[in-house]
C-alpha cells in the first residue's frame, strides 16, 4: 500500500461531508491520503501523537478541518512544520464565521493556510495540498495543469436561461 502523503484530519464525524470534497480532489488527482477523526478538545493525546508523528511519516501537506471554536488547525501547526492547510467547518450557530475566526487568527510564528468556510473551502484544501506536491512532482503538475484547464474550458462564455 501507497503510503499516504496528505493527511485529512478533522475535529469530528460531523465533519466528514464537508472534508469528503478534499478526499474527492486527492483522489481525482491521484494523490495517496489518509483521513482521521482528531479532536483537539476530545482527543488532545491523539492530535499530539499525529502531529509528533507527521514529518517521520513522510506526510508533505495535513488538510485540518473544524468548525465552532476551531482550534484543530492550529494546534496541529504547533506540533509540526509540515503545512498546515486550515478549513472553517459552517456551524448552525454561526454559520462557521466562528470556524473562520478561529482557523485564520494564527499568531506569528505557526501559520495556517487558512481556506473558505465550507465545501469550497474543503475542496480548495485538496487543491493547495496538490500545488504544494506539484512543485516536487512533474506528472502531478501536469495533472492539475489540465485539471485548471478543463475547469476553464467548462465555464461558458454568456449565461443561459436553460
Ligand atoms: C468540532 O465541533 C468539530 O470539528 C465539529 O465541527 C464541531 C461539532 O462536533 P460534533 O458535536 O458534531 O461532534 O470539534
Not at 508533505?60 to 492550529?74: E, F, R, S, V
Not at 448552525?92 to 464565521?97: C, D
Not at 506536491?133 to 462564455?157: K, Y
Request: aromatic fraction near 4%; avoid cysteine; charged fraction near 15%.
Amino acid at each position: 500500500m501507497t503510503s499516504p502523503l496528505v493527511g485529512i484530519i478533522m475535529g469530528s464525524q460531523s465533519d466528514w461531508p464537508t472534508m469528503k470534497e478534499a478526499a474527492a480532489i486527492l483522489d481525482e488527482l491521484g494523490v495517496p491520503h489518509e483521513a482521521k477523526i482528531v479532536s483537539a478538545h476530545r482527543t488532545p493525546d491523539r492530535l499530539w501523537e499525529y502531529g509528533r508523528a507527521a514529518a517521520g511519516r513522510g506526510l508533505k501537506a495535513i488538510i485540518a478541518g473544524a468548525g465552532g471554536a476551531a482550534h484543530l488547525p492550529g494546534m496541529m501547526a504547533s506540533k509540526t512544520r509540515v503545512p498546515v492547510i486550515g478549513v472553517p467547518v459552517q456551524t448552525k450557530a454561526l454559520s462557521g464565521v466562528d470556524s473562520l475566526y478561529s482557523i485564520v487568527q494564527m499568531p506569528k510564528g505557526f501559520p495556517v493556510a487558512t481556506m473558505a468556510i465550507g465545501a469550497a473551502g474543503a475542496a480548495n484544501a485538496g487543491l493547495m495540498a496538490v500545488a504544494i506536491l506539484a512543485n516536487e512532482d512533474a506528472a502531478l503538475a501536469a495533472r492539475l495543469d489540465a485539471w485548471r484547464a478543463a475547469l476553464s474550458v467548462s465555464i461558458p462564455d454568456e449565461p443561459s436561461d436553460a
